[in-house]
């Protein structure tokens, strides 16, 4: 659905290049409250937030983060078709002042498209610091648009920009010629022009004839598309073939020399605002970068944080996780199994079922929370951004860009949008690759079942284990992506722009924020996901071929292994997982794990009949793992299908031909390398 607006109301459109701190003005204006929803026929987020000011109620929506207004990338289609099509009453464009020239080549873009804006000159204290002075007012008069300089992070006017909102969004006006490409290019947009309101006059009710007119020129496949599909467009396309013909035998790259043009603009007007009111010195991030960016101390750097990041995860949340476990599985389990009104099947479901099975999960919601607040800080410091410029030369390594990062890093938190994020990816082949490799990323469903294991078996060294499992999923990620590459997807990969923040102080609120959003997707799939899947478990294992065994059969080895759960397990801890030494309970939660991995631990509490000590304890107890079936059983659940979510995902991307691929070959890596792992350990006398 589109957003519409009411008579009372306006609508704002937010736009900005990455780091521009476009997100922080969206969380100020907006106070943090947003709604997440998908933009009209595709599967990427939208966010969108109410802003009241006096008794106007104004909706914001914060568009994807955008280097330009090309049809290179869906999310920079997305962001022009909102503005043009949609027509917010407003659009901020959120300009990065310690980079004027690519901040401000999106704004002439956005510009060009007719847009009544304002321009948020943000970061404005630290290029002071740098020695920068901006003279805001002059670049006010060179764009024709309000400038408002902002400090998202402390709020420094943003007063001013709630103001201008208000005062613009009732009417203001756009410069659509702030570029000037040149006799022979000007004549030939006049001729373009011309022809629109000759054929398709329809179309200009809803595009400015500028813009329409100069992607033309470069040859912009969307907007032939649109052209195209008014009575007329065919004849404007054939003769913008002819006016382009007689162009190009007089400039060889339209489309480039128009960029060109675009940045002679962008560097005029930045040397005529822009005064070095004092020397750059070398800065706190100038210092820093020179290690952390460095190709071999940056990578040693990155271990370490990351390394770090796992210590801290784990120290800091242990005694939550141990007091978690003790009042969901201890207490609250045995009281209701302790009340009588209860008749003993309902005492069952609700304790062994839905207790032990989601409380199992619930119990390491504190880790988890504190990895996302880790996560979140080294985000907020700016930090991930040079971690993912130290993997960018390993990636091109094999095939693949530093856009690739992106989604593989969006997978540590959730598989599905990691698939939704290749969409920004141009090159198809790549973008293939990887959506068919973002499931390797070992997603934080995948978290407690890492912990679980390496608490039961490997005790104060189950940090570093948890860590190894990471560093597996980066491994195989670029392998798997290296042989599909070079058989299947072939072609050189496509060149990555990335843009390196300044350092700043993190925000606690932002921090907060980002830790929340993450944790309460976790919380909602427990809540649903998990929920059914652990009730349907408890269900196959008090019933069987037999009937209905009792509830007793979860704490009978005898009548559990008779149940339909039971019999599931042991056709398959017999038959294909026999070779990797794990028992028929481990065997029914890796199949009930293609639903969600969460489940894997949940099934196990429900098998294994977890009492007080928690599941940890009572796999040690029972000797279920050795060190390598251990190991091995973690590197299967890492590798092998993640859930049924990320399989749809793949489907809706790519289609059921390449989701079929994806399952087959995640098994089957899966497999081969767990029993890889088993052969070597008994190889070498570990067991």
Same mark, same amino acid.
């Given at each position: 659905?589109?957003?519409?607006k009411t008579r009372k109301g306006f609508v704002v459109a937010l736009a900005g290049v990455p780091n521009s701190g476009k997100s922080s003005i969206f969380n100020k204006l907006t106070g943090g409250k947003a709604w997440v929803g998908n933009w009209p026929g595709v599967t990427i987020e939208k966010k969108v937030g109410t802003l009241r000011l006096d008794s106007v109620e104004v909706e914001v929506v914060d568009l994807p983060g955008i280097y330009g207004l090309t049809a290179y ?20 464009? =959120? ?31 630290? @290029? ?50 702030? =570029? ?50 008014? @009575? ?59 290690? +952390?960016?460095?190709?071999? +101390? ?6 370490? =944080?990351?390394?770090? +990041? ?13 007091? !978690? ?50 996560? @979140? ?20 390594? !094999? ?41 390797? @990323? ?128 042991? =056709? ?116």
């Open positions: 659905m589109s957003i519409e990338s869906l999310d920079e289609i997305i962001a022009r078709n909102f503005i043009v099509e949609e027509n917010p009453d407003l659009v901020i464009i =959120v300009v990065n002042a310690t980079n004027l020239e690519r901040s401000l080549y999106l704004a002439l873009s956005i510009l060009e498209l007719g847009a009544n804006a304002i321009v948020a000159l943000n970061m404005i204290d630290l @290029a002071r610091e740098q020695g920068i002075e901006i003279d805001y007012q002059k670049l006010s008069e060179l764009l024709g648009v309000p400038v408002v300089p902002t400090v998202a992070v402390t709020g420094s006017g943003l007063q001013n920009l709630k103001k201008l909102i208000l005062e613009r969004a009732k009417g203001g006006k756009a410069r659509l010629n702030i =570029v000037n490409y040149g006799d022979d290019v000007e004549n030939a947009i006049k001729k373009v022009e011309e022809l629109l309101k000759s054929n398709v006059p329809e179309l200009l009710k809803k595009y400015p004839s500028r813009w329409i007119s100069i992607k033309l020129l470069e040859w912009d496949e969307d907007v032939i598309r649109k052209v195209k599909s008014y @009575a007329g467009g065919d004849e404007v396309i054939r003769e913008v073939e002819r006016i382009r013909a007689e162009l190009q035998n007089k400039i060889e790259d339209l489309e480039l020399y128009m960029t060109e043009r675009r940045y002679q603009k962008i560097l005029e007007i930045v040397r005529s605002i822009v005064r070095q009111i004092k020397p750059k010195g070398i800065t706190w991030t100038d210092l820093l970068d020179s290690v +952390l960016t460095h190709r071999v +101390l940056g990578v040693f750097s990155a271990i370490a =944080v990351l390394y770090m +990041l796992f210590r801290f995860a784990f120290e800091i949340s242990t005694p939550f996780v141990d007091l !978690f476990s003790l009042l969901i599985n201890g207490y609250l389990h045995d009281w209701i199994l302790g009340l009588k009104l209860l008749p003993p099947w309902l005492a069952s479901l609700l304790a062994d079922g839905i207790v032990n099975g989601v409380g199992t999960v619930l119990s390491f919601l504190p880790l988890i929370t504190m990895f996302f607040l880790g996560l @979140a800080f080294l985000e907020d410091v700016g930090y991930m951004t040079r971690i993912a410029y130290l993997v960018d030369k390993v990636f091109s390594k !094999f095939g693949l860009s530093g856009k690739t990062v992106i989604p593989l890093v969006i997978g540590f938190g959730c598989n599905v949008p990691a698939v939704m994020a290749t969409r920004a990816i141009e090159d198809e082949n790549e973008r293939k690759t990887a959506a068919l490799i973002a499931p390797l @990323a070992t997603c934080s469903a995948r978290l407690p079942v890492y912990m679980v294991i390496a608490y039961a078996i490997f005790k104060r060294a189950a940090g570093g284990v948890v860590l190894s499992m990471y560093v597996w999923s980066i491994t195989l990620a670029l392998l798997v992506a290296l042989a599909l590459r070079k058989f299947v997807f072939k072609g050189s990969s496509t060149g990555f722009v990335m843009e390196m923040p300044p350092y700043i102080m993190p925000r606690p609120d932002i921090i907060s924020m980002k830790m929340w959003e993450r944790t309460k997707k976790f919380l909602r799939k427990a809540g649903t996901v998990i929920l059914i899947g652990v009730v349907f478990i408890w269900l196959l294992s008090v019933t069987g071929p037999s009937g209905f065994l009792g509830v007793n059969a979860l704490s009978s080895p005898e009548l559990l292994e008779h149940s339909w759960a039971g019999l599931l397990g042991r =056709v398959f801890s017999e038959t294909v997982f026999k070779p990797l030494g794990w028992d028929w309970r481990t065997s029914v939660a890796l199949i009930f794990g293609f639903i969600a991995k969460e489940i894997v631990v949940g099934t196990m509490a429900i098998l294994y009949g977890v009492g007080e000590k928690g599941l940890p304890a009572t796999l040690a107890k029972l000797h279920v793992f050795t060190p390598v079936t251990g190991y091995a059983f973690m590197l299967f659940v890492l590798i092998y299908v993640p859930c049924v979510a990320t399989m749809a995902t793949i489907r809706s991307e790519l289609g059921s031909r390449y989701m079929l691929f994806a399952l087959t070959y995640e098994l089957i890596l899966a497999y081969l390398l767990a029993l890889t792992v088993v052969g070597f350990g008994h190889l070498i006398g570990v067991s």
